[in-house]
């Protein structure tokens, strides 16, 4: 019944976002991610919905070091980040860092533009039962519209000076945008080793596609313990519960 009144809302909201494209004066050339799907996440009508209830390749995922399938074709991850400006929203579900086209991966023959990064507390993958403080996810999108997201697992240790201007610029109200004029050096962010599990899942937030490649890396990558309370202060916990892999292997090289 509640999907009967709630989907026609749902589809004249998703259709009025398709005609209406928004663009932040401030940020030339910024070409925001999904507007039409951010506006829907935005507007809270996060309904129970298609593959987020009836998915059988959702995300996250627990991932067992000792199920893994070995797949020596496994493509690496080639990164082409640059130095690039840092413009930081609160999204009501998390805070994230948007990004022109102007950094991408490579993955195979697949080229994927960097979109955005975001936070979750706790992590939303587990690794062999355990959950780590923080999980950021580099979303990427190829011209076809599939998407391939970096999972940077994050413990407690020394400060993270890649994400230090993130860290101490995060906005703390609603749908705030942050024009701080500051860069960020992407690159930084990367362990030096890109090896990783890899899956393919969904997004973990409405409307939970199933064309994800999930890029889970192996290193682990440090924040110190005020940096995680800094970003646990505004979104105590964001992480997406785990999901099964039913028929679906987790691929390490
Ligand atoms: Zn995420």
Redesign the pocket.
Known sequence: MIFRILLPLFCSLYFAGCVQTKHYKNSQHLEIYDEKKEDINENKLLVDFNSCSHGKKQSPVHILTSELKTNAMLPIIITNYHTSPLIIKNNQHTIKAKFDNANSIVLGKEKYSLKQF?L?APS?HKLDGKLFDLEL?LVHQSESGEYAVIAILMRSGKENLALKQFFENLPKEDHAILNTKLKIKLNDILPSDLSYYGYIGSL?TFPCDEKVNWLVLKNEVEVSEEQIQKFKAIFPNNAREIHPLNDRFVETN
Do not use: L, P
């Open positions: 975001h979750h939303e996810h973990t």
